[in-house]
């Protein structure tokens, strides 16, 4: 019997597709009472059963409270992660139908206006999360990684130390290097508390449904500057012709619920485009295109905003 299959038996469920195999293997499900959800088999190493329960207790809550985020569903035995032979965690979560807000690498879909409105709804939306996740009291041994100044830019950066990425031209570690100096003296002086944050808002983790946006996937979710989640939407922009105003429009649905400070949206972009060239240096092999890729995105965002680029 295969891990999946394991995993499925625990809430009596039947695998109908697998989704995707990156952090954590995901797949389709029919429940017994006919319903679909979603099974994710989470990556041993990546994160603890503390931070996943945690995440797990962050997405009951937001929720019970209507945003539109996955829930939680225990197994037939109440348990919401148990232990597979392999030592592997699963969990299963609601499944919410609706389809991707664009795709990596693929220009937006839709027109014009239909991209700004969904940048401005998108907004919003990150802003009412996060104006949720501040009326939460946390548990005590609530556990999630740290999205600040050391986990994006210190000795030993949550996803890697990009300015050392073995394919780095020299010219272009020496941009990234002066990127990391630059970004942390940017950060010390964003005096705003950090706060819980999805920080892995890319395209493929939102949905478009009939009821509006919807958020997936909260692997990734840690404590961080509320700011690096619109950063992590916008560093799939960086390309769109209509870049500054899918930016504007982001930004203005945000500020209509939450204070924004605008111009440190660009510096969190590239925070987030430098974690980036961290994260797939030990994930895919070096003839891998996304590598020169993440790179060359980086490299520019940050010529782009030390010249002061907005």
Not at 73 to 99: E, H, K, M, Y
Request: glycine letters at 8%; proline letters at 7%.
């Amino acid at each position: 019997m295969n891990e999946a299959t394991e995993a499925a038996h625990h809430w009596d469920a039947t695998i109908t597709a697998e989704l995707r195999n990156r952090e954590n293997a995901v797949y389709a499900l029919r429940l017994p009472d006919g319903s679909k959800a979603a099974l994710r088999l989470h990556r041993l190493g990546y994160q603890t059963e503390a931070a996943i329960r945690s995440e797990l207790w962050w997405c009951s809550e937001m929720a019970a409270r209507g945003l539109p985020v996955p829930a939680p569903l225990p197994d037939t035995q109440g348990n919401l992660l148990p232990a597979l032979s392999t030592g592997r965690r699963a969990s299963v979560v609601s499944w919410i139908d609706g389809g991707p807000f664009g795709e990596a690498g693929t220009p937006l879909p839709g027109s014009r206006t239909e991209q700004l409105g969904r940048h401005r709804a998108l907004g919003m939306l990150l802003a009412r999360m996060h104006q949720t996740t501040d009326t939460l009291v946390l548990p005590k041994d609530f556990s999630r990684p740290r999205w600040d100044i050391e986990g994006l830019v210190g000795e030993a950066p949550f996803w890697g130390r990009f300015w050392e990425h073995p394919l780095l031209s020299a010219e272009d570690a020496a941009t990234l290097i002066r990127a990391r100096a630059f970004l942390r003296e940017r950060l010390l002086d964003h005096a705003a508390p950090l706060g819980l944050v999805h920080a892995d808002v890319l395209r493929e983790n939102i949905l478009v449904t009939d009821a509006g946006l919807a958020l997936i996937d909260f692997d990734d979710s840690g404590f961080g500057y509320r700011l690096y989640d619109l950063g992590t939407v916008l560093s799939q922009d960086l390309y769109e012709p209509d870049r500054p105003a899918l930016q504007a429009a982001l930004v203005e649905g945000y500020a209509s619920l939450c204070p924004v400070d605008a111009a440190m949206v660009p510096v969190f972009t590239l925070a987030r485009v430098l974690a980036s060239v961290g994260w797939v240096a030990p994930r895919l092999p070096l003839d891998h295109p996304v590598h020169r890729s993440h790179i060359a995105r980086a490299v520019m965002w940050a010529r782009h905003v030390m010249a002061g680029g907005a």
